[in-house]
């Protein structure tokens, strides 16, 4: 027999959920208004919004939206960015780029694992980094946050990540274009190497058409190669993982399950890449997508205490920013060798 559909259930679950999936709702909307009106980063303005609230997670009516904002949204704006990936990106960029774009992301992925313990952290916080700096920033972040074993720092490491990976997009957004200027690279150079540095899409954008229409078309397409690897990376990452819990429990502890999500993700780009979703549906699909990741974002804002955050420690700050430069000189190394 089929389970009845129990209507009253639904209702009472969203009534329930309803004030805090509208404060989240609230700081995506007064974040997006402070990135269009004053150019500051929606993700990290949604952010520091939610980080300002934080009491609002701790009791009341709030907490169950704000969970469920932080956790299943979340998961909904990762996957819905699929679409905006397509196997045509591959052909448009021809094998040279792609082997840079791979390369790149595999050798910082590895360079952040290998750094970590230098810096007083462990493999958690040097694959969240490096992955979140090598392929999108914040999407891969949370995407990679969700396949790693739970411990009570996991959320504010993602926090401090994300943020910490935000505010070197927006300076790199600043002094790329000007450093690719003074390096005396042309158009199409300056497109690739923005493309394949910058971590955040919005920062690829705005950094390749300050150079010229033509380098903003080129980043953005290179930025896409990059987002589209974000699925088999953390593929394979979750396999690993699962193997090594599985090993260092002996076969009997919890193993990390790989997420859904990441398979719709995939479903998303496949879908997009075959041309069977009307224009129209690809575009809304995008910008659910885009307040998806804003709203959640302004969710683990809320659920973040700020002193916890910064209890991360330089040590953090000095990795993030070392992978940056890292897989910055990458891409400007393999631009010239190209």
């Given at each position: 027999?089929?389970?009845?559909f129990?209507?009253?259930s639904?209702?009472e679950?969203?009534?329930?959920?309803?004030?805090?999936?509208?404060?989240?709702?609230?700081?995506?909307?007064?974040a997006?208004?402070?990135?269009?009106?004053?150019?500051?980063?929606?993700?990290?303005?949604?952010?520091?919004?939610?980080?300002?609230?934080?009491?609002?997670?701790?009791?009341?009516?709030?907490?169950?939206?704000?969970?469920?904002?932080?956790?299943?949204?979340?998961?909904?704006?990762?996957?819905?960015?699929?679409?905006?990936?397509?196997?045509?990106?591959?052909?448009?960029?021809?094998?040279?780029?792609?082997?840079?774009?791979?390369l790149?992301?595999?050798?910082?992925?590895?360079?952040?694992?290998?750094?970590?313990?230098?810096?007083?952290?462990?493999?958690?916080?040097?694959?969240?980094?490096?992955?979140?700096?090598?392929?999108?920033?914040?999407?891969?972040?949370?995407?990679?946050?969700a396949?790693?074993?739970?411990?009570?720092?996991?959320?504010?490491?993602?926090?401090?990540?994300?943020?910490?990976?935000?505010?070197?997009?927006?300076?790199?957004?600043?002094?790329?274009?000007?450093?690719?200027?003074?390096?005396?690279?042309?158009?199409?150079?300056?497109?690739?190497?923005?493309?394949?540095?910058?971590?955040?899409?919005?920062?690829?954008?705005?950094?390749?058409?300050?150079?010229?229409?033509?380098?903003?078309?080129?980043?953005?397409?290179?930025?896409?190669?990059?987002?589209?690897?974000?699925?088999?990376?953390?593929?394979?990452?979750?396999?690993?993982?699962?193997?090594?819990?599985?090993?260092?429990?002996?076969?009997?502890?919890?193993?990390?399950?790989?997420?859904?999500?990441?398979?719709?993700f995939?479903?998303?780009?496949?879908?997009?890449?075959?041309?069977?979703?009307?224009a129209?549906?690809?575009?809304?699909?995008?910008?659910a997508?885009?307040?998806?990741?804003?709203t959640?974002?302004?969710?683990?804002?809320?659920?973040?205490?700020?002193?916890?955050?910064?209890?991360?420690?330089?040590?953090?700050?000095?990795?993030?920013?070392?992978?940056?430069?890292?897989?910055?000189?990458?891409?400007?190394a393999?631009?010239?060798?190209?």
């Amino acid at each position: 027999m089929f389970r009845r559909f129990d209507t009253q259930s639904w209702v009472e679950a969203g009534r329930v959920a309803a004030p805090g999936l509208a404060v989240a709702l609230l700081v995506a909307v007064a974040a997006q208004f402070v990135s269009e009106h004053y150019g500051a980063p929606a993700m990290l303005m949604a952010l520091l919004f939610g980080i300002a609230l934080n009491f609002l997670s701790e009791e009341g009516r709030c907490v169950v939206g704000i969970d469920i904002a932080a956790r299943t949204i979340l998961r909904l704006g990762v996957a819905l960015l699929g679409f905006r990936v397509s196997m045509e990106i591959f052909f448009d960029l021809g094998v040279p780029v792609l082997l840079l774009v791979v390369l790149s992301v595999a050798a910082t992925i590895a360079a952040g694992l290998l750094l970590a313990p230098l810096f007083g952290h462990g493999w958690r916080f040097g694959l969240l980094s490096a992955g979140s700096v090598a392929i999108c920033g914040a999407s891969a972040a949370i995407a990679i946050a969700a396949i790693l074993p739970k411990d009570d720092r996991s959320e504010e490491r993602l926090i401090f990540t994300i943020a910490v990976v935000t505010l070197l997009s927006t300076l790199a957004m600043v002094m790329y274009p000007i450093g690719a200027t003074l390096a005396g690279l042309d158009t199409d150079q300056s497109g690739v190497f923005i493309g394949a540095a910058i971590h955040d899409v919005a920062q690829v954008v705005g950094a390749g058409f300050s150079v010229s229409d033509e380098a903003g078309e080129i980043a953005t397409v290179v930025k896409l190669l990059r987002v589209a690897l974000l699925a088999p990376v953390v593929f394979i990452a979750a396999i690993v993982i699962r193997i090594r819990v599985s090993e260092a429990s002996g076969g009997s502890g919890p193993v990390p399950v790989f997420p859904a999500f990441i398979l719709l993700f995939g479903l998303a780009a496949l879908l997009n890449s075959l041309n069977v979703v009307p224009a129209l549906l690809v575009d809304f699909a995008t910008q659910a997508s885009r307040w998806f990741l804003l709203t959640a974002i302004a969710a683990v804002g809320l659920k973040t205490s700020l002193a916890r955050v910064l209890a991360v420690g330089p040590g953090a700050i000095a990795l993030v920013s070392l992978e940056t430069l890292f897989i910055g000189s990458l891409a400007f190394a393999g631009v010239h060798a190209i």
